[in-house]
């Protein structure tokens, strides 16, 4: 009975401290933590083809197909089936790939999230992200910022 007791004291000494926790989603937007994984990001123009994320994703999320002289041809990514354990990021070299925040993507299936690197330039969810005002890199890229936007597609 003490127990019981003190347990509701402490239910309502945070219930009349004027602190909340949860947000009315989705007419207010909830701030996720920093580290939070969400959706990636692919930029081709940073990509070296060195199929580290490839050979890191523990589901086949990704999967990158080469020609003959190992060149890139196709970045896929299936969405549907990643479980954002951010390794991809952590491995590429070039920081072609970033965690947003984003979380804000529905579908009927898991098949609907399966796109190429010329369909993920239409997502409209997946378009409008910047992933460099989503998330900074956390470390340094091997490649330099160079001259122009950086195409995240
Ligand atoms: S976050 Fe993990 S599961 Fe998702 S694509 Fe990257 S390595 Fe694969
Ligand atoms: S690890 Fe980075 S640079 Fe290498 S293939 Fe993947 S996205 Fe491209």
């Given at each position: 009975m003490?127990?019981?007791?003190k ?5 309502m000494?945070h ?16 701030e996720?933590?920093?580290?939070f994984r969400?959706?990636?990001k692919?930029?081709?123009?940073r ?6 994320c ?17 060149n890139g ?6 969405i ?17 790939i ?8 529905t ?22 992200i910047?992933?460099?005002e989503?998330r900074?890199?956390?470390r ?14």
């Amino acid at each position: 009975m003490i127990g019981l007791l003190k347990s509701m004291a402490v239910t309502m000494k945070h219930a009349l401290d004027g602190k909340k926790f949860t947000v009315k989603y989705p007419e207010e937007e909830p701030e996720v933590s920093p580290r939070f994984r969400g959706v990636h990001k692919y930029s081709q123009e940073r990509c070296i083809w060195c199929r580290q994320c490839e050979n890191v994703c523990p589901n086949d999320t990704i999967q990158i197909v080469m020609d003959d002289q190992r060149n890139g041809e196709q970045y896929n990514l299936h969405i549907g089936q990643c479980i954002y354990c951010r390794l991809c990021e952590e491995v590429c070299p070039t920081d072609a790939i970033l965690l947003t925040q984003n979380f804000e993507f529905t579908a009927d299936g898991k098949h609907e999230f399966a796109y190429n690197k010329e369909q993920l330039k239409n997502v409209p969810w997946y378009k409008e992200i910047d992933p460099l005002e989503a998330r900074e890199p956390d470390r340094s890229a091997w490649v330099g910022e160079g001259d122009g936007e950086i195409d995240y597609q």
